[in-house]
């Protein structure tokens, strides 16, 4: 009974220490930092020599910038022609096959695939692969890149 119990814990305590360590004890991501483990830091404060730190290899991400950044992309329209649409952000510039050319401000500002332009209210859907476009007074377009 007592070595069952050893077994069973000895199997349950580090795997609940590694999910412990890996839970960030913040709401706020961390940054990937080089490990240092308690052996090269005695070894170092034996030696006399400075251990390493973490903060010399720091990487910082900024949570702020979205993800795609700039970018332009092509979508076939079908018979309707083709599409471009230019990511700058948190906006949308969409030029379509019959030359013009609108800007869609993201609808709710804080996502990334539904934008809508604040004068005319046409609105840009973009899932994957594609991308619907609905203008005022016109059917929906589905567009694929």
């Known amino acids: 009974m007592t070595f069952d119990r050893t077994v069973r ?29 308690p052996t090269q830091q005695s ?28 970018g332009m992309a092509t979508y076939r329209c079908g018979s309707s022609g083709m599409i471009s649409i230019q990511n700058l952000g948190t906006s949308l510039r969409v030029a379509g096959p ?26 840009v859907v973009i899932d994957g692969r594609e991308a619907l476009l609905m203008k005022k007074g016109a059917t929906p377009l589905t567009c694929r890149r």
Not at 47 to 65: C, F
Not at 105 to 117: G, I, L, M, W
């Open 43 to 70: 070894t170092a404060a034996s030696s006399g020599l400075a251990a390493p730190t973490a903060s010399a290899t720091k990487i910082t991400t900024d949570l702020t910038v979205p993800r795609s950044g700039i």
């Open 98 to 123: 019959d030359g013009w050319t609108e800007e869609f401000t993201a609808s709710p500002a804080n996502q990334s695939s539904r934008y809508q332009a604040a004068a005319t209210h046409d609105a």
């Open 9 to 37: 814990v000895s199997l349950v305590v580090p795997l609940l220490l590694a999910a412990a360590g890996c839970v960030s004890q913040d709401s706020a991501p961390k940054a990937a930092s080089p490990a240092v483990s």
